[in-house]
């Protein structure tokens, strides 16, 4: 079946840097648009940054541009999230997700997405 495991999260002082992975299996991750959401708590779900199943593309949120990379390695049916410059506001459960939509852009809202993986915790201390 389709599986989506988050990886990478943790506490990180605010200025530091974490890496979040997040494996596929179960499907060709290769023909999937992937995308990394966070929910804080008290606050809805919101798009941190995408990248297209060809990773021709990627997009980002204002808050998070110039500080995440997103990545993708289909080899390892994998989906990297880099966060560096993190801030206490980055502190959420951070969710991968995947769009079996095979669009040429980058969906941003969460209805575009048709699998979800578990969430991975992120605190960032001041």
């Known amino acids: 079946q389709v599986q989506l495991v988050e990886s990478g999260g943790g506490l990180v002082t605010a200025g530091g840097s974490l890496r979040l992975s997040c494996a596929a299996s179960?499907?060709?991750?290769?023909?999937?648009?992937m995308g990394w959401f966070r929910q804080a708590p008290g606050k809805e779900r919101e798009f941190v940054a995408g990248?297209?199943?060809?990773?021709?593309?990627?997009y980002y949120a204002d808050s998070v541009k110039g500080r995440f990379t997103i990545s993708r390695d289909n080899a390892k049916n994998t989906v990297y999230l880099r966060m560096n410059s993190l801030k206490s506001e980055d502190t959420a459960i951070y969710y991968c997700?995947?769009?079996?939509?095979?669009?040429?852009?980058?969906?941003?809202?969460?209805?575009?997405?048709?699998?979800w993986g578990q969430g991975t915790q992120v605190t960032v201390s001041s």
């Open positions: 990248i297209t199943w060809s990773g021709g593309r990627t």
């Open positions: 179960g499907w060709t991750f290769s023909s999937y648009g």
């Open positions: 997700a995947a769009d079996a939509g095979r669009h040429s852009t980058v969906e941003t809202g969460p209805r575009g997405y048709d699998y």
